[in-house]
């Protein structure tokens, strides 16, 4: 029985495997990083180690601010509850992380270059956040491998290194929190 469970979250991506074979049960908000494949749960010992560079990376100054969205997050989806637009949320979470002292841009366009052309509108980041962390708000009950995929892109893109895909059409908001590095 127990074997089975642990087969279940191993298949359901919750659970790492170590180098020395022992399992690590992931924490309740994901992280993903740019290397490590969707389809693959189980995290070679090279995946780990570059997990832990790319984690040691991210300051604390970036972790402050990641965790001060979190609980915007959570206080915007206490007050509202999962069912409505993103852009109720994309509005109130601004209006929450003012409310914080810190300082937000909404919509914010960024240029993308590809060889000598470039575009001007490539893409809108949903918040910038102390110009620093991108948060990318979905109306979903559960991140797509596409969403991931959008918000790692946009990490490249612009250079930044913290991402957080909040999904708010949940009836538990930390369901819906990915915390993503570049």
Not at 26 to 33: I, K, N
Not at 109 to 124: D, H, Q
Request: charged letters at 20%; aromatic letters at 6%.
């Amino acid at each position: 029985m127990i074997t089975e469970q642990v087969t279940q979250a191993c298949t359901a991506g919750r659970m790492l495997r170590l180098p020395e074979g022992k399992l690590a049960l992931l924490p309740a908000v994901s992280t993903f990083y740019g290397d490590c494949k969707e389809e693959t749960p189980m995290m070679t010992g090279f995946q780990l180690y570059v997990q832990q560079q790319k984690e040691a990376a991210v300051t604390p100054e970036l972790n402050a601010i990641s965790g001060k969205i979190v609980d915007a997050a959570f206080a915007v989806h206490s007050r509202l509850g999962p069912g409505l637009l993103e852009s109720v949320y994309e509005a109130c979470l601004a209006y929450e992380l003012r409310n914080r002292k810190l300082s937000v841009r909404r919509q914010v366009i960024v240029p993308i270059t590809y060889e000598e052309l470039e575009f001007e509108e490539g893409y809108r980041l949903d918040l910038l956040v102390e110009e620093s962390v991108i948060v990318e708000l979905k109306a979903v009950s559960k991140a797509s491998p596409l969403h991931v995929s959008q918000v790692l892109t946009y990490l490249k893109l612009s250079g930044h290194k913290l991402g957080l895909l909040l999904c708010f059409n949940n009836t538990r908001i930390k369901q819906g929190i990915t915390r993503l590095i570049n």
